[in-house]
């Protein structure tokens, strides 16, 4: 059964997926293709929000959403840019493993913090940077579960949309702003090269116009006269 792009769960708890992603068993043989190579159950449909699968089953679920788990240090991991798309991960910090960003499914208890530790989990007491209050999506989930009313997983709209060109406000801020210049640069000089040509053919025309385009003759040169040194001059006898 298809489930409503957007609609939350009881209470407000995120989308009806989240608990059953967070929840289900991966990297566990497929039942079906236990035999066949690579068949480690590392994959979660968000549409069907049934037990996670395994590459080969990606037939039964074409035209879904369809995120792929990863492990890192023995905890289940998914890829920001795959996860975004659909949950809002803000509070949430983030890891680069891989050159790829990731945020961890659930918790990872640490007992004590390390020294110099200003800010922790809120959940489970993990070492986290400054800027974040949770260390992964499950933590978020048990925020908001204590009734915290800024916390949510839900998209927000984003403001600036160009309706013509069907941006965004961050697509203007991720394109570089020399590449923007150049661009409207090269179309005024289109414009002014049009411009001077249309001009150039009501003032001229057939060998006129011939005459004005083709380039002058160069003068020549004679490169032995210019090698030739000049000799020590003599008066004229008297």
């Not at 989308?15 to 590392?42: D, Q, T």
Request: proline share 7%; glycine share 8%; net charge positive.
């Amino acid at each position: 059964m298809v489930s409503p792009f957007g609609q939350m769960g009881d209470h407000d708890m995120g989308p009806p997926w989240l608990i059953p992603m967070l929840r289900a068993s991966y990297f566990i043989p497929c039942a079906v293709h236990g035999e066949s190579n690579k068949s480690e159950c590392n994959m979660f449909c968000l549409d069907c929000m049934g037990n996670a699968f395994c590459s080969y089953c990606l037939i039964y679920h074409r035209d879904h959403r369809v995120v792929q788990i990863r492990r890192s240090s023995y905890h289940n991991v998914v890829r920001v840019n795959e996860i975004q798309k659909y949950i809002d991960i803000s509070c949430v910090q983030t890891y680069v493993i891989n050159s790829a960003k990731i945020v961890f499914l659930n918790e990872r208890p640490q007992p004590r913090p390390g020294k110099g530790v200003t800010n922790t989990c809120e959940i489970c007491c993990r070492s986290l940077l400054d800027s974040f209050r949770f260390c992964s999506l499950g933590c978020k989930l048990g925020g908001m579960k204590r009734g915290d009313p800024d916390l949510t997983f839900a998209l927000k709209l984003k403001q600036n949309r160009d309706p013509f060109f069907g941006g965004s406000e961050s697509d203007e801020s991720s394109t570089p702003k020399k590449i923007r210049r150049t661009h409207a640069f090269n179309r005024l000089m289109d414009g002014l090269s049009i411009y001077s040509s249309n001009n150039d053919g009501a003032e001229s025309s057939g060998d006129d116009a011939a005459t004005n385009i083709s380039p002058a003759t160069p003068p020549l040169f004679n490169h032995r006269n210019a090698r030739r040194r000049k000799g020590i001059p003599h008066r004229a006898p008297f």
